[in-house]
């Protein structure tokens, strides 16, 4: 691989302010205009807009800061144990779905898939009828949309799939289903397809090479592994922030203890984190709405088998999706993608041990996966999850999955089986604890009938996290305004997918990038007033 630029040591010789609190050995007490805690897709957009608009800005991380060089093993290990939340092994409260989530400079931009679609239309209604959430029409957000779209370099993918993608559209087209090309958030991509593990080649435009180097450039301080513990409330609202200086390992504090003060305080710690440092804080919430409504696109997905080889950890991890299924007349929609197909990854999709996973993995190179996302928190019955603290401050999610999902889940198994045979697959296995390889869609189709839809029987994951601080203009109704504000506490914006009051519907990143560019301008505004 060529030598690709270091931003960061170009940077920081450059004067950049980056601080490792890891390193510090004395209590200190920061102070700016607006602290951000957080620094993914929320944190990072907000960072630039707030600086650009002349405000001093610290931003605030838990994880560590790792660049291109560290990406270019590409390994899966490493990825997993350094950048994400739990070293990969968060999950919900009963392990019962994993979360991927991100935990490093960039948050999850910095590991996503860099799927990159508009919240759908129907999505945006909804929550101005349902939730009374204004501004969110689609004329007034398209401009905001286009705006992340130029920033971020996101355009519909212009390379031909890889075979993993190509057999979900080939699929799609022998059964007379919709599918588009995915807009993709990469300059110069390689192609490599390990977008999961940190991009080594700079090509995807995270918050890590995109808006948090442009903060730094105009001034801002950013702090990494920092953990913001709790906000220290007054009568007026946020005061400071109390932070504990992580070691190096980003697990273990120093010991030693931050104070940060500013005039308004961002929280962009994202689905979880931030509804958790409120509880932890023991922020107002008196209707009861904080870490309520999380929702999650919680994912279920067949395996097949094919002929000829797949090859489907190469290539463009996302690049074809079909809505086909996402606005039934009833029940609940999802949304078909691909994952892509790394060897620890594709262990789980396997669903298999000892011999048997020997000798699936054996046919790795032969093997698609179809994943559904389902799209909850638009009914009662799929309202989503509640966020929660442990008697230590931790996060936890509890998430229960209603009859209506359940029977979302198992139409969606039947979907993607049909698709994988009218594309060709040998084989098909739906991710579950009793599945097996079904050899015709007819023999797939009556044994996915038969198969207990339950908890740890069927596969289930995400990386989609969603609400828990909705936003709404009623306060009865939500934990934040329409622009982010907190309803009880003047000073403090939640700037992060935590205020999305259902899922999406489709891959969260933009749509967070662009109500949070809207967001972040209005609020840059009234503090420049």
């Known amino acids: 691989m ?15 302010k980056l601080i490792n609190a890891a390193t510090l050995t004395e209590s200190r007490t920061f102070e700016a205009d ?20 002349g405000l001093s800005v610290l931003m605030l991380e838990e994880g560590a ?40 400079v960039g948050g999850t931009t910095t590991v996503n898939w860099t799927t990159s679609l508009r919240t759908p239309e129907q999505t945006l209604a909804h929550w101005s009828q349902a939730f009374g959430v204004q501004g969110a029409d689609m004329a007034t957000m398209g401009p905001w949309f286009e705006r992340a779209e130029a920033r971020l370099g996101i355009a519909p993918w212009a390379a031909e799939p890889n075979r993993n993608n190509a057999l979900l559209r080939d699929g799609c087209e022998k059964l007379g289903w919709k599918w ?24 995807k435009q995270s918050m890590l090479v995109t808006t948090i180097p442009a903060a730094l ?20 609202g946020v ?8 070691g190096q390992d980003v697990r273990t504090p120093t010991g030693l203890k931050l104070t940060v003060r500013a005039r308004h305080y961002v929280l962009a ?32 997905g067949t395996l097949a088998l094919f002929d000829d080889k797949v090859n489907g950890f190469h290539g463009a991890p996302q690049s074809i999706y079909s809505d086909q299924f996402l606005w039934p007349e009833q029940g609940v929609g999802y949304k078909l993608e691909v994952p892509p197909l790394q060897p620890m990854l594709t262990t789980g999709l396997f669903g298999s041990h000892g011999a048997d996973l020997t000798r699936d993995m054996a046919r790795l190179d032969h093997a698609q996966v179809n994943v559904a996302l389902m799209r909850d928190g638009f009914t009662e019955a799929t309202a989503g999850g509640r966020v929660r603290i442990d008697d230590a401050g931790n996060p936890l999610l509890d998430y229960e999955i209603s009859d209506e999902l359940w029977a979302a889940f198992q139409r969606s198994f039947l979907s993607m089986a049909e698709a994988q045979f009218a594309a060709g697959a040998r084989s098909v296995r739906p991710g579950h604890l009793d599945g097996r390889d079904y050899t015709s869609w007819e023999q797939a189709r009556e044994a996915i009938k038969s198969l207990a839809m339950q908890k740890h ?40 997918g935590s205020i999305f009051p259902t899922s999406i519907g489709a891959n969260p990143q933009l749509s967070i990038y662009a109500f949070v560019g809207r967001n972040a301008t209005h609020l840059a505004q009234t503090l420049k007033a």
């Not at 800061?65 to 590409?74: C, H, I, P, S």
Request: charged content about 15%; some cysteine.
């Open 180 to 203: 588009k090309t995915i807009p993709r958030n990469v300059r110069g991509c390689w192609n490599l397809g390990y977008c999961g593990m940190g991009c080594p080649t700079n090509a």
């Open 34 to 53: 607006v602290v951000i805690v957080g620094s993914g897709a929320g944190g990072g957009t907000a960072a630039e807009i707030l600086v650009e608009a």
């Open 457 to 496: 029987r069927v596969t289930l994951y995400t990386a989609h996290l969603m609400g828990g601080c909705t936003m709404s203009s009623d306060p009865g109704r939500g934990v934040v305004d329409s622009n982010g504000q907190h309803h009880q506490l003047p000073n403090l914006s939640v700037l992060d």
């Open 239 to 246: 005061e400071a922030l109390s932070i504990s200086a992580l």
């Open 217 to 236: 450039q105009k001034g801002m301080t950013l702090l990494h592994h920092a953990r913001v513990d709790r906000l220290l409330l007054g009568p007026a």
């Open 269 to 300: 710690g994202g689905a979880i984190n931030t509804p958790a440092l409120l509880l932890r804080s023991s922020a107002p919430d008196p209707h009861g709405t904080l870490g309520r409504r999380t929702c999650i696109h919680p994912v279920n």
């Open 65 to 104: 800061l790792y660049t291109a060089a560290d990406f270019k093993d590409m390994d899966e290990w490493r990825g997993y144990t350094t950048l994400y939340q739990e070293g990969g092994g968060r999950s919900t409260s009963d392990g019962a779905v994993a979360i991927f989530q991100g935990r490093a």
């Open 2 to 16: 060529s030598t690709i630029n270091d931003i960061y040591a170009d940077g920081i010789a450059s004067g950049w």
